[in-house]
């Protein structure tokens, strides 16, 4: 498995960005896909981006297609999520994982193996 851990979140008035990264360590990051998920209070948790493990293939949930990108960079083990455009229904605990490549691509929490701490993105109205 690998290590992961994210970096980036806070406080932002509606229609501002934030930026969040995902560093990992451990096993080779080209095994990986990486996703990033979120999780608001009541809610269940849901795969907001995920990237292929060579930055081919993306996937977006519909409610943030167009304001956030998911981005990777194989030589430094990181991933990244760049949100712009930000509504207070993002706020949420955002999760970056990591799931072993198996040809697709995957958006279901239990395919990821790998988890990070989590970090909160607070969006005030």
């Known amino acids: 498995q690998v290590q992961l851990v994210e970096s980036g979140g806070g406080l932002v008035q509606a229609g501002g960005s934030l930026g969040l990264s995902c560093a990992a360590s451990?096993?080779?990051?080209?095994?990986?896909?990486m996703g990033w998920f979120r999780q608001a209070p009541g809610k269940e948790r849901e795969a907001v981006a995920v990237i292929n493990w060579n930055g081919g293939r993306t996937y977006y949930v519909d409610s943030v297609k167009g304001r956030f990108t998911i981005s990777r960079d194989n030589a430094k083990n990181t991933v990244y999520l760049q949100m712009n455009s930000l509504k207070p229904e993002d706020t949420a605990v955002y999760y970056c994982?990591?799931?072993?490549?198996?040809?697709?691509?995957?958006?279901?929490?239990?395919?990821?193996?790998?988890w990070g701490q989590g970090t909160q993105v607070t969006v005030s109205s």
């Open positions: 451990g096993r080779a990051f080209t095994n990986y896909d």
């Open positions: 994982a990591a799931a072993l490549w198996r040809g697709g691509i995957t958006t279901s929490a239990g395919d990821f193996t790998s």
